[in-house]
Each structure stands twice: as C-alpha cells, then as structure tokens.
C-alpha cells in the first residue's frame, strides 16, 4: 500500500502561484511513477501532470503546459506542483497519484490516491 497526503491548496487570485506537495509513505517511493490530476465541479477528474519515477520523463496537459512544473524529491518521499499564472479555469481539487509500472494519462492507469486538495481561482 502506498499513502498520499496532498497539501498546498487554497484560494488564490488570477495571475498568482501555488506549489501543491504530496507526501507518500508505506513502500519505497522511487519505484513509483506519480502524477497530479484535477476535477471540477461536474466535469471528470483530468490529468494535468505526470512524471516517471527517476524525472526522466514528464507529461503536462496541454491546458497547463508553460505555467506549471512537476517535480520530485525521492530522498523526502515527495512529488511537488509549481503552479504559475493560475486561471479561474484552474479551480478544481488536485489530486496526487502512484504508479508502479505504468506512467498514464488515465485515471485507470494509477492504482494509489490521495484525498486531494482544493484549488480556487479568483478572478
């Protein structure tokens, strides 16, 4: 079993930045391929980010391409999200997830999740 614990989320206005974190903990984190997805209010839960278990290769929805970054830290068990030149459009609640063996864009690709943290943008 793999645990994540998200944080970072909040209310921010258009233009302004958000680093969301996720801690994991139970097996050995730099096995697992991670990523960040998002779902808003009546819509389906979207990829917005992914990155494979060394940080050779990322992923970034094409919505959010140029303005957030992904990032992780193995030694602090940690995946991060640098979000710059937030939109109301990007108001929803993140989510962190694992990986084993594959780095998807699918929901049905990631078999651990955390409870996800809320983002809102004012406008």
């Known amino acids: 079993q793999v645990q994540l614990v998200e944080s970072g989320g909040g209310l921010v206005q258009a233009g302004g930045s958000l680093r969301l974190s996720c801690a994991a903990s139970?097996?050995?984190?730099?096995?697992?391929?991670m990523a960040w997805f998002r779902q808003a209010p009546g819509k389906e839960r979207e990829v917005v980010s992914t990155?494979?278990?060394?940080?050779?290769?990322?992923y970034y929805a094409s919505s959010v391409k140029g303005r957030f970054t992904i990032s992780r830290d193995n030694a602090k068990n940690t995946v991060y999200l640098q979000m710059n030149s937030l939109e109301p459009e990007d108001t929803a609640i993140y989510y962190c997830?694992?990986?084993?063996?594959?780095?998807?864009?699918?929901?049905?690709?990631?078999?651990?999740w955390g409870q996800g943290t809320q983002v809102t943008v004012s406008s």
């Open positions: 990155i494979s278990w060394s940080s050779e290769w990322k």
């Open positions: 139970g097996r050995t984190f730099s096995n697992y391929h």
């Open positions: 997830a694992a990986n084993r063996f594959r780095a998807g864009v699918s929901v049905a690709s990631y078999e651990y």
